[in-house]
């Protein structure tokens, strides 16, 4: 099997993990705030006045840098309910989430199960930081 092949099997089977932990709420509750997977630049995103939370490891941060602004907060696909309170407050006011991992796939998988949690908009980066920076993008270092 190939790691690229390995890699969006692991996917796939954390978002199962992630979905079946958190039960069937329907289709309705998981739309509330809505929720996209879309493409958006870091100046896009640096402008949105979002809360934008990149959710990728520590050593994937200091590897490549991170869009400047940008909260760093690991989400733990083996405890996903440590994630929300660690950014609840920061979404108190009601504005956007914006979610990036390295490629996209955490983030949609993390995005989809946030939405059933809040009302506030989610929207996960397609394409990542990987394509963030292949736009053109200078990451500053993580701190």
């Known amino acids: 099997m190939s790691t ?3 890699r969006a099997v692991l996917t796939l089977g954390l978002g199962a993990i992630v979905a079946g932990g958190i039960g069937s709420q329907g289709w309705a509750d998981s739309q509330r705030g809505g929720f ?3 493409f958006m630049t870091a100046e896009e995103i640096q402008a949105s006045g979002a809360l934008v939370i990149d959710i990728r490891t520590p050593p994937e941060w200091a590897q490549t840098g991170v869009i400047e602004g940008a909260k760093l907060v690991e989400f733990d696909f083996n ?4 994630f929300l309170p660690q950014i609840a407050a920061d979404l108190a006011d009601g504005r956007d989430l914006i979610l990036y991992c390295r490629s996209g796939n955490r983030s949609q ?5 946030l939405s059933r ?4 908009r989610i929207i996960s980066v397609a394409g990542g930081i990987k394509k963030v920076i292949a736009d053109g993008y200078k990451p500053v270092p993580a701190r």
């Open 36 to 38: 996209e997977h879309v």
């Open 117 to 120: 949690q809040i009302d506030n």
């Open 4 to 6: 690229q092949t390995r």
């Open 109 to 113: 998988v993390v995005g989809d199960f």
């Open 79 to 82: 405890r996903p309910a440590t």
